[in-house]
């Protein structure tokens, strides 16, 4: 079974800075790929920043330089250190996980995935990240 847990959303002004935390229990055998993902109202759940059993980053070009992805085995926690935030942003914001992705694939969310496709069996419950101008 994997959980996952989000924390660290809130409400910023525009060009702060947040981190976000996910502890993650993972159990697999083979690779697998997780990652931050987001949805503002009225739109698609899309991709932001992922990273895969190697520890490749993988990023959204919408979020690139802003945001970096990492994690710290030792506390099975991954993070996003989000930088120079703007209203765009606003979103609740999602870890998910591909339990069987091989390394390699593991870009494709970040850059590609708007709600659909993948294998994304694992979601935590959402924080919410608010950036007022």
């Known amino acids: 079974q994997v959980q996952l847990v989000e924390s660290g959303g809130g409400s910023v002004q525009s060009g702060g800075s947040l981190t976000l935390s996910c502890v993650a229990s993972l159990r697999t055998r083979g690779g697998y790929c997780i990652g931050w993902f987001r949805q503002a109202p009225g739109k698609e759940r899309e991709g932001v920043a992922t990273?895969?059993?190697?520890?490749?980053?993988s990023y959204a070009d919408s979020v690139k330089v802003r945001f970096t992805i990492s994690r710290d085995n030792a506390k099975n926690t991954v993070y996003l250190q989000m930088n120079d935030l703007s209203p765009e942003d606003t979103a609740m914001y999602y870890c998910?996980?591909?339990?069987?992705?091989?390394?390699?694939?593991?870009?494709?969310?970040?850059?590609?995935?708007?709600?659909?496709?993948?294998?994304?069996?694992?979601w935590g419950p959402g924080t919410l990240v608010v950036v007022s101008s």
């Open positions: 998910a996980a591909d339990l069987s992705a091989p390394p390699g694939t593991c870009a494709w969310y970040s850059e590609h995935y708007h709600g659909t496709g993948g294998n994304l069996g694992a």
């Open positions: 990273m895969d059993i190697n520890g490749t980053p």
